[in-house]
């Protein structure tokens, strides 16, 4: 599936939980390590979540994202790239739910 076509749905969601598109895209570049020009190169090539992860840069503190996404603990799934982009469903819900930048990006716990 193309990243291009849930991009959009992230938005959406986070704007009508009165965030911003902005703070949506710190959190992709935090997770992935891609800025908003690199996103957006991805957006415009149709660029699949299979592709996109695959040249991310993965966060070493993404491992310290835990909690239920669609019922599933995102730290117990074992497909690699399903739980990349589990982890960033639940950044986005953590985002559209009101919670304070600094504790969705694990500002505080330094993963070594």
């Known amino acids: 599936m193309p990243f291009a076509r ?32 690199e996103v957006q190169k991805h957006l415009d090539a149709g660029t699949t979540f299979t592709d ?7 966060n070493p503190n993404a491992v310290l994202i835990t909690g239920l996404i ?15 982009v589990r982890y960033l469903d639940k950044i986005v819900d953590e985002l559209a739910r009101g919670k304070k930048m600094e504790s969705i990006l694990r500002s505080g716990e330094l993963h070594t």
């Open 70 to 84: 669609c019922g599933v603990r995102v730290e117990e799934i074992e497909d690699p790239l399903m739980q990349k």
């Open 52 to 58: 996109f992860f695959a040249e991310a840069r993965m």
């Open 6 to 37: 849930v991009y959009p749905l992230y938005i959406t969601k986070v704007e009508r939980k009165g965030r911003t598109r902005a703070e949506l895209d710190e959190l992709i570049e935090w997770l992935t390590g891609f800025d908003k020009a």
